[in-house]
């Protein structure tokens, strides 16, 4: 069916955010958002599935922000009752989310802050206590502010569950369920994801009033501007030899691995091999998290290895390559990691590397994601090979010190050792306070990082298997399965906060 309206005035935003929408270069809905806006903006309870990288960010931030404007006309905020909700399952999704919905709240004279376990909860009471319009939050942190009566959420308008199917599942459905109940019952709810199936049906059933489903695409589409290849290695050696051809390229690439412990072990043998990497995992300190992703979003760094702690939450414009160096245990994993690249109506290619030991399994795995490829084997020779990896970057000495340490020094621009030592010695000591800045409706400070890291692999022990980025992670840092009641706030503080990964994509049509 073709859609007759696709502006998003004609859609009935109101003019104050048109306005910033038209700045930011967003003058045409995207599907989802042309599919869902009426029902939203009506205050109607939403289901909304479009597939990854559709706009389904946008499509909830504008009803969210518009249903709200006026309602704290008067000096009418209040401390510690916020308006708006807005839950998804991981901190760099919570960052990246907030960073959508705060230039649209700034118009509207709405503050936005964020809530999510691995840093100090100072500032983030300091937020509540000043009075915050729109809360974007992991589950675990929020239940635990709302034990400790920092928060309540009985003002609550505006409710939105993002990355649904996984917030349905049974690590996060005991709190994200309290979490609901919570709010009034006469609020609005909002569901959005790729996918609507898991434990959404007891969660649509228990909090949604009279949904409307509006669905853009099947619960296992994929994007058509994504080109997927499966390459075969003979060998252990070969594979490897493969992963670093496809990490040399100059553009920007994802390596998703299954374990912690494969994902820093990579970023530091690309690293040292003179292609600059960073690691993006459960184990490493927020503020490493934050400044590996905003070295490679900022583009110091071309190459992110990352465990399914980024198949949700990265949202970076202009990734060409994601490669599966290790196949995922499930197809939605395979979408959603997939999904990091040909965003927002861009193209992009998805690598899927195995051996003939895993020929079975990869392929059934594609089977379940309605993935039609034919596999190819291949090594660091062949043609087609070369022609997917394309110019290749220059290579980066190391500094002497160990790339592990985020040590690298990059030329052209993409990076510097100045300052490496400084950094070390600062990320180490206790922090001071300021760690996540919430309550700024400009989202903080957005300086680059210079230099990777992998420091903080300490912060928490190392889940055994894959689980361990998901809801056991959670579970430990306050953001997933919440902790006994009673448990002390959590962990170690640390500086850098969610300022690092504020950077993201504005621009990248979430």
Excluded at 226 to 254: C, D, F, N, Q, W
Excluded at 396 to 417: A, F, I, L, M, Y
Excluded at 454 to 477: F, L, W, Y
């Amino acid at each position: 069916m073709t859609e007759t309206t696709s502006t998003f005035a004609e859609l009935g935003v109101p003019k104050s955010l048109v306005s910033v929408l038209d700045a930011a270069g967003k003058h045409e809905a995207f599907p989802i958002q042309q599919s869902t806006l009426p029902s939203t903006l009506a205050g109607r309870d939403v289901l909304g599935r479009g597939k990854t990288g559709s706009g389904k960010t946008l499509a909830f931030a504008i009803p969210l922000v518009a249903r709200l404007a006026g309602a704290v006309s008067g000096g009418k905020r209040r401390p510690g009752r916020p308006l708006g909700l807005v839950l998804l399952p991981t901190r760099e999704l919570a960052t990246q989310v907030a960073a959508v919905i705060e230039p649209l709240a700034k118009a509207a004279g709405l503050t936005v802050t964020t809530v999510f376990g691995g840093v100090s909860q100072r500032p983030q009471e300091t937020a509540f206590r000043g009075g915050v319009d729109i809360v974007v939050a992991c589950p675990g942190r929020l239940d635990d502010l709302m034990k400790q009566r920092i928060v309540n959420l009985d003002a609550i308008e505006v409710t939105v569950l993002d990355e649904a199917d996984h917030m349905a599942d049974l690590g996060f459905l005991p709190v994200v369920t309290r979490i609901m109940n919570a709010t009034p019952q006469s609020g609005q709810r909002l569901l959005f994801s790729a996918t609507l199936d898991n434990g959404v049906d007891k969660l649509v059933k228990k909090f949604l009033n009279d949904p409307i489903l509006h669905s853009v695409d099947e619960s296992n589409s994929h994007v058509a501007a994504m080109t997927h290849h499966v390459y075969e290695a003979e060998t252990p050696e070969a594979k490897t030899a493969l992963v670093h051809a496809l990490a040399s390229g100059k553009g920007r690439r994802i390596m998703f691995m299954r374990t912690k412990h494969q994902a820093k072990k990579l970023a530091k043998q690309l690293t040292a091999s003179g292609i600059p990497a960073v690691d993006l995992h459960g184990n490493l300190s927020q503020n490493a998290r934050d400044r590996n992703l905003a070295a490679f979003s900022g583009g110091e760094v071309n190459v992110l290895v990352a465990t399914d702690v980024a198949a949700r939450g990265v949202h970076v414009d202009a990734i060409e390559l994601v490669v599966h160096v290790d196949p995922p245990a499930e197809h939605k994993a395979y979408l959603h990691r997939s999904g990091r690249t040909a965003r927002a109506g861009s193209e992009g290619d998805v690598v899927t590397l195995m051996l003939p030991s895993q020929r079975k399994d990869t392929e059934m795995l594609l089977r379940r994601a309605k993935i039609g490829v034919t596999p190819q084997r291949a090594n660091v020779n062949s043609p087609f090979v070369a022609e997917l990896v394309g110019e290749v970057a220059p290579t980066v000495r190391p500094v002497p010190g160990g790339p592990g340490s985020g040590n690298v020094e990059v030329s052209q621009g993409r990076g510097t050792s100045q300052g490496a030592n400084a950094r070390r010695k600062r990320d180490a000591a206790p922090a001071r306070g300021g760690a996540a800045r919430g309550g700024s409706s400009n989202g903080g400070g957005r300086g680059r990082a210079a230099s990777s890291s992998s420091q903080g692999s300490s912060a928490s022990r190392p889940a055994r298997g894959q689980a361990g980025e998901g809801a056991a992670q959670g579970q430990r840092r306050g953001e997933g399965r919440p902790r006994r009641a009673g448990a002390s706030s959590p962990a170690a503080p640390s500086r850098g906060g969610e300022r690092g990964s504020r950077r993201a994509s504005w621009s990248s049509g979430q």
